[in-house]
């Protein structure tokens, strides 16, 4: 078991800005190269990332990339880079084997983010927990933003949003990384992934029976870890940048500011 993480004592953190290949939509409705390289209040997103992290008190920031582009404007901003790998789950596995725990996952077209969400993220994560991941309620993220449009997870408890932000807290983490690698390798046979879940965590889930917090834990306990959720008190934190409607919406929202 570990101690309750300290935020003051810093954490390393790895920034997934690769692409799975072929045009972006949202690269090309900005008519820029890659998603990581659209300036929002004349900052890239990459760039508004990075700074959220370093003010949260990141001692490492370790970025993940798959183009030229993105690799020389990190390096420009004094970051480490390393290349993307097959998929999310393999960078984010390569970064950990580099980093090490405790580690802060994110993405670069978190353009939102803000250095006391990762604070207040870290300083949540449960005593014990090897994996925490930051979610955020639907009636929350309606309060902050009412004029955005997310995917929800249903459970017994309400509906849920990820929010971009993953804490690898422990060592004993790299199981969580191994087990979302093999659901990503599966992702197009579904039958495999139930299998792998377990098919009364899929029933309770779909009789409405399961709490997210309760889903967690058993998926947790299926890798051999504690997994735990914290819910985020902000609604912004659920907002990333997966399609032009979504970029219109951060440039409003940093335009009012």
Known sequence: MI???????GFNALILA?????????AEYAGVTDKAMIEIEGQTMLARVADALRTAGASRIVVVVSSPTVRTHAEALDLEVIDA???PSASAGAGFDLLGAPLLVTTADHALL???????FVADVPAGADVAVLLARR?????????????????????????NLFYLA?????????LWQSVEADRKRPWRIVRKLGPSLLLRYLLGKLTLAAGLAQIGKLAGIEAAMVASPFGLAAVDVDKPSDLDLVRRLTSRR
């Open 3 to 9: 101690e309750r993480p300290d935020p003051a004592a």
């Open 18 to 26: 690769g692409s799975r290949g072929g045009v972006d939509p949202v």
């Open 85 to 87: 790998a097959a998929g």
């Open 114 to 120: 803000q250095p006391d969400w990762v604070t207040r």
């Open 139 to 163: 009636d929350v993220i309606e309060r902050d933003v009412p004029d955005t449009r997310r995917t929800y997870l249903k459970f017994a408890d309400g509906a849920w949003s990820g929010c």
């Open 170 to 178: 422990t060592p004993r983490a790299q199981a969580a990384i191994t």
